[in-house]
């Protein structure tokens, strides 16, 4: 019995600085997850994840993670991506720098 799909956005790691992007609905890379494409799609989200992987120059390690509907778009569910959305953890840098800020 397979599991039900749950909802996923793409993300990878921008290939020149190492910052964590998500893919938009409109193909754009993006540092904050909230701007990410939903995608609620099994079928579409291969689809993504392909288009993602095909973009060798701009990001690498592109993946599909979990994710949920939120008031400002979507939101991780696990505390992995939940952390990967704040940015290195070792000194204040990239996003956390923008977000004391």
Same mark, same amino acid.
């Given at each position: 019995?397979? @599991? @039900?799909f749950t909802p996923k956005v793409v993300?990878?790691?921008r290939l020149r600085e190492?910052? +964590?992007v998500f893919l938009t609905a409109d193909d754009q890379w993006s540092p904050f997850h909230h701007e990410a494409e939903l995608i609620e799609d099994e079928?579409?989200?291969? &689809? @993504?994840l392909l288009h993602a992987a095909a973009?060798? &120059? &701009? +990001?690498?390690g592109a993946y599909l993670a979990d994710a949920k509907a939120g008031p400002q778009g979507p939101e991780p569910v696990h505390f992995r991506e939940d952390f990967r959305t704040r940015g290195p953890s070792n000194y204040n840098h990239g996003k956390q720098a923008d977000y004391a800020s």
């Amino acid at each position: 019995m397979s @599991r @039900r799909f749950t909802p996923k956005v793409v993300t990878a790691n921008r290939l020149r600085e190492g910052d +964590v992007v998500f893919l938009t609905a409109d193909d754009q890379w993006s540092p904050f997850h909230h701007e990410a494409e939903l995608i609620e799609d099994e079928a579409h989200a291969q &689809l @993504r994840l392909l288009h993602a992987a095909a973009q060798k &120059l &701009l +990001v690498v390690g592109a993946y599909l993670a979990d994710a949920k509907a939120g008031p400002q778009g979507p939101e991780p569910v696990h505390f992995r991506e939940d952390f990967r959305t704040r940015g290195p953890s070792n000194y204040n840098h990239g996003k956390q720098a923008d977000y004391a800020s």
